[in-house]
């Protein structure tokens, strides 16, 4: 298999119509029938069903044209990415960040005026990234802790957390956040995958405190709307914190144990390896943040 077939097969697929998708390869139908019946040959398993003049993805070929799809997706922004190396007006700014505070956006804001040219490409889930390499972003915001301690950084900010509880719970009654509360309470957290939940959940775990159902959901608005009907609690970081402030279903309490507060820093790819923009950017975010005082 060879990525020409590919290309066939999911033209095929997308158009449903084997003349139609010759016409837009610019290939014989019959060259491209012949490609087809190779690719399902080598495979060992027919990939489409006729139904008239349409054919049609049977099951496998379904699962196949997922695969083939994301396959061609990334050689495309792989070939996007090593045009843009082997130019010097690379405008993207790469940023990873696990939610952006009000001071950082603000620090955006008046780079993308001084520099109208910018590109942003904002990746704010990386605490929830198996695998998290540096090389991917210009800047990396991330926790001060052993997952990242080979990553070298400026210290930038204090994350702390809310316990959030629907207004209609008894919990909410209270002042501030205790383990005590989290005693047979259902309670919701933010997870990427089996192996990254997030911090409170950690220190939730590492402390055993003890806990009513545990839900776990890979999107915020998820975890919003379980706290919002009050279905559970759950904890919010700061950064976060003006979505849920804004719903009257909401109460944020304060939780004063420093366990629930970890240090933030900030890191930048190696000047060789950054843009022009982007060393300007990271001189930029220096000077805002005085971090070089620091």
Do not use: W
């Not at 979505?243 to 240090?263: A, G, P, Q, V």
């Amino acid at each position: 298999m060879n990525i020409q077939q590919l290309r066939y097969f999911t033209a095929v697929a997308q158009l449903q119509n084997m003349s139609r998708a010759a016409d837009f390869l610019h290939v014989s139908q019959s060259a491209l029938s012949k490609q087809i019946a190779n690719l399902e040959t080598e495979l060992g398993v027919a990939l489409f069903e006729r139904r008239g003049k349409k054919i049609l993805l049977n099951q496998a070929g379904q699962r196949f044209f997922e695969s083939g799809n994301t396959i061609l997706q990334e050689l495309k922004a792989a070939e996007d990415d090593l045009r843009l190396l082997d130019s010097s007006r690379d405008q993207r700014i790469r940023i990873g960040t696990e939610g952006i505070t009000d001071d950082f956006l603000d620090c955006l804001s008046r780079f993308a005026k001084k520099y109208p040219e910018a590109e942003f490409i904002l990746n704010n889930r990386i605490e929830y990234a198996e695998h998290l390499n540096i090389n991917d972003f210009d800047a990396l915001i991330c926790p001060d802790e052993l997952r990242y301690e080979k990553l070298s950084g400026f210290p930038l900010f204090e994350e702390k957390y809310f316990f959030a509880t629907n207004t209609k719970s008894p919990l909410s009654s209270e002042s501030v956040f205790s383990p005590e509360m989290l005693k047979e309470s259902p309670v919701i957290f933010m997870r990427g995958n089996a192996f990254s939940p997030e911090f409170p959940f950690r220190v939730c775990n590492t402390l055993a405190f003890q806990m009513g159902t545990v839900y776990f959901t890979d999107t915020r608005g998820t975890h919003h709307r379980f706290i919002s009907q009050g279905i559970a609690s759950g904890f919010v970081p700061t950064s976060e914190s003006d979505f849920y402030r804004s719903d009257k279903n909401i109460r944020l309490l304060r939780i004063m144990d420093s366990r629930f507060t970890r240090s933030m820093k900030i890191c930048f790819l190696r000047e060789k390896h950054l843009s022009e923009l982007g060393i300007e950017f990271r001189q930029f975010v220096m000077d805002y943040y005085q971090l070089e005082k620091n």
